[in-house]
């Protein structure tokens, strides 16, 4: 998922990413311990990054610098659908940055299963952290059993609500089954406020309920959909698909969302929320940042989405959080791949995964999450998590069509059965 994150964004912060240049510099071609030169060689690498992940971004590169302090690393960031064009456009061209940003799995167009096979990724196989990643994780790093991207953690996407706001309604403790959620949303309503902020416009967040949804629905009835539909067993129209947009369907007629979730974008969703207008959001644990500079942390808390009908049979989508990979064309390669050496200690995966409210990848000894991450990190230890569908989807046709399909649905412009074949078209694009 263009994860998954996912925060408010400045024009400026996407107008300098989009100008941004290519390969770094060096002043020498000679390689040392501080990742680019020998002696006092120095070393500029450039890097491309979401707008959402600056803060930890900010962290590493300080961090980096005291290993290496002939190692200058200028970063720039944008959100994440324009970091889709841009740097696509910078890939086609041949200037890429020493270091950009990679999304595991499959499923759009600057995944790593897109973007190795053709070249773009140096191999990192070699690395000494990737040993110590989980060994059902690793698949999703990269292509045909090699590693070609570095990711911190595991995002979880769950609700994200405002604590006054259920207090106003009566709700003493969040639902913990579909028919909960849906009592609780009345009593949001008739206490004046919404119940989810949803902002459509955005394409990204189109995806997010479906997420949620399907873990306790369509891959409860199969927990192999995702491979079923691989080997063609199975498809969006015959599966537990149909009943993720039925129940996101029932929720919009309902009037459980906002007015005009088409019209609302990921900013105004997460005001909505922040402001105590609405009840909640579902959003990827990785937009919390946000919502902490928006509103006191206090105010805000989290849970599961609970889109199953009995307690205790609850699924979450936790899928890998998007990272970081090594240009192929890239000047100073050596000196990119010691930094996404330096990224794979637990120490700095953890605090880069703190920032972002994701659990780490590789843990370091005596971990703790944060209070608003710890509802989820139970799901993810005790296996009851579905990676983001789109990371095992075989093309990246099929997220855009997602997120079209889904606007479409919610302008009239669609039914559920007009989405599940679009996306059936889509997803057997070779």
Known sequence: MRSFARRAVLALAAAAAV?????????????????????????????????????????????????????????SYAPIDDLQTSLRAQLGGGNAPDLYVVWPGNGSAMSVKQLAPTGLLKDLSSQGWISNVPAGQRPLLGVNGKTYMWSPGVTPIGAIYNKQVFQKAGITSPPTTWNELLADLQKIKASGKVPIALGNQTPWITQLIPYAIAPSTAFTQDPNLAQDMLDHKKTF???GWREVFDRYLELNQKGDFNPNPNGTTFEQQTSMVANG????????????????????????????????????GLKIPAGLSAGVGVSANSKNAQAAEKFVEFLGRPEEMAKFAQSEYAVPLVQPSGYQPTPLLKPFVSYIKDNKSVPFMDQEWPNAQVQPAHFAGVQELFAGKTTVDGLLQKLDQAYNQK
Request: one cysteine or more; proline letters at 5%; aromatic letters at 6%.
């Open 19 to 75: 100008a941004a240049c290519g390969s770094g510099t060096s002043s020498s071609s000679s390689t040392g311990s501080g990742g680019g030169g020998g002696g006092s060689a120095k070393t500029t690498l450039t890097l491309k990054a979401i707008t959402d992940n600056k803060p930890a971004w900010q962290q590493m590169i300080a961090d980096y610098k005291k290993a290496a302090p002939d190692v200058t690393i200028n970063a």
């Open 237 to 239: 129209s015959n599966s």
């Open 277 to 312: 207008k609405a009840g909640m959001a579902i959003q990827v644990t990785g937009v919390l940042p946000t919502y902490t500079q928006a509103t006191k942390a206090a105010n805000l808390g989290t849970f599961p989405f609970p889109a199953n009908d009995q307690a205790g």
